[in-house]
């Protein structure tokens, strides 16, 4: 008997041994294809990160090409406004003169009663004045320095520009 018991044992024993190597084997085989997916799963996700470089890359350019474009037309507008600010200031400096010429030419002619009947019967309706502050750059006629002045008419007893 105790050979049958002693063959059991053997037998227990190389069963025990196969099932372990079995495990084992199972373990290293499956610990494998983990590591297999794990690197996959690292390789897909470094040209994942590879190809969104090339993206944010591609929308740097294009937004850095767009600030380039806001910023050259903001200096043009900037420099127009300069331009636009400086005639305004040269306008607003001749239209006080104009307004101080035609004062002082309502101030001669318009006191005297047979000028104001003359200025009443005109059937035209300007007021030009040229170039009265001599500035060549808007006008060109022969005598900037001196003022031309026509005097406006009255219309039915109005002073019309």
Not at 13 to 20: A, E, G, I, P
Request: hydrophobic letters at 35%; a positive charge; glycine letters at 4%.
């Amino acid at each position: 008997m105790a050979s049958s018991s002693g063959n059991y044992s053997i037998r227990s024993d190389m069963l025990q041994n196969s099932t372990s190597d079995d495990y084992r084997e199972r373990r290293m085989k499956a610990n494998r294809e983990a590591a297999r997916r794990s690197r996959m799963r690292k390789q897909e996700y470094f040209h994942r990160l590879i190809a969104d470089i090339s993206r944010y890359q591609k929308e740097n350019g294009q937004i850095r090409a767009m600030i380039s474009l806001v910023t050259q037309a903001y200096s043009n507008l900037m420099n127009e406004n300069a331009v636009l600010r400086s005639q305004l200031a040269q306008l607003q400096h001749r239209l006080h003169s104009l307004n101080g010429l035609i004062a002082s030419t309502n101030a001669v002619y318009f006191d005297q009663p047979a000028t104001l009947q003359f200025l009443a019967n005109c059937t035209s309706n300007e007021l030009i004045v040229d170039d009265y502050l001599g500035n060549s750059d808007t006008f060109n006629y022969p005598y900037l320095s001196q003022p031309t002045i026509t005097v406006p008419p009255f219309n039915n007893g109005l002073f019309m520009l």
